[in-house]
């Protein structure tokens, strides 16, 4: 059964410090891996999209890495701000043939930021 | 350039009702994919249209339907309201000129109410 895990479910850490979030899949045949940030009441934003072949990509303080062999992948933040309090979403694409390919998403990892 | 936007921004219907809810893509985009959100199941995948075909279908009953313009502009109808239907139903458009790794852009979504 294709599946996005992500942990952990919520987080809280203080302003400055670093964290890492997990999301394992079992989604077959990969596609690519993406991960969405969601602040509350909007839209998810793209933070990165990797492809088997990368295992690392960053955007700013937002660094996620990719191991497609033991198929986990993390988020990592550093030096936190309070705006990177929202939902981090974990989505792993099939490859189905189609344009997009078939999407799987995991729960989300809330994580809270206090100053 | 204008972002995703959906209309309306939220809604109030009762049981057994139908509702349509639009989306307007990014100038350019020819993706359009529609997903369900609510805070049991998470984000969830409907459909996704490409050029005014359906390139793809989540796992979601026949109540729910879609289509696209040739102007890219998609709807999605939902007929026979459930109480369960209540969700943020999220838009998001991606132009594929990379394929499948093309990052998709979301719009603020449509909260529906189910009374």
């Known amino acids: 059964k294709n599946q996005v895990e992500q942990s952990p479910q919520s987080l809280i850490i203080l302003e400055g410090k670093n964290c890492t979030l997990q999301?394992?899949?079992?989604?077959?045949?990969?596609?690519?891996l993406r991960w969405y940030k969601q602040d509350t009441g909007r839209g998810p934003v793209s933070l990165t999209i990797?492809?088997?072949?990368?295992n690392t990509k960053s955007n700013g303080r937002y660094t996620a890495t990719l191991d497609a062999d033991t198929k986990q992948s993390s988020l990592h933040i550093t030096a936190s701000q309070l705006s990177d309090s929202a939902s981090y979403i974990c989505?792993?694409?099939?490859?189905?043939?189609?344009?997009?390919?078939?999407?799987?998403f995991g729960r989300g990892t809330q994580l809270t930021v206090w100053p | 350039k204008a972002g995703v936007t959906q209309t309306p921004r939220y809604l109030i219907k009762t049981r057994g009702q139908q509702v349509t809810l639009s989306c307007s893509p990014i100038?350019?985009?020819?993706?359009v994919s529609w997903y369900q959100q609510t805070p049991g199941q998470g984000l969830q995948f409907l459909f996704e249209?490409?050029?005014?075909?359906?390139?793809n279908k989540g796992n979601f009953p026949g109540r729910f339907s879609g289509r696209q313009f040739s102007n890219s502009r998609s709807e999605m109808n939902v007929s026979t309201l459930e109480l369960g239907d209540s969700a943020l139903y999220l838009c998001?458009?991606?132009?594929?000129?990379?394929?499948?790794?093309?990052?998709?852009?979301f719009g603020p979504g449509t909260r529906l109410t189910v009374l």
């Open positions: 999301c394992n899949y079992t989604v077959s045949p990969f596609s690519n």
């Open positions: 249209y490409f050029s005014e075909t359906q390139r």
């Open positions: 100038s350019g985009h020819r993706s």
């Open positions: 989505v792993v694409s099939a490859d189905r043939g189609s344009t997009l390919g078939r999407l799987y």
């Open positions: 998001a458009s991606s132009s594929l000129t990379s394929g499948r790794r093309d990052t998709q852009y």
């Open positions: 990797m492809t088997f072949s990368e």
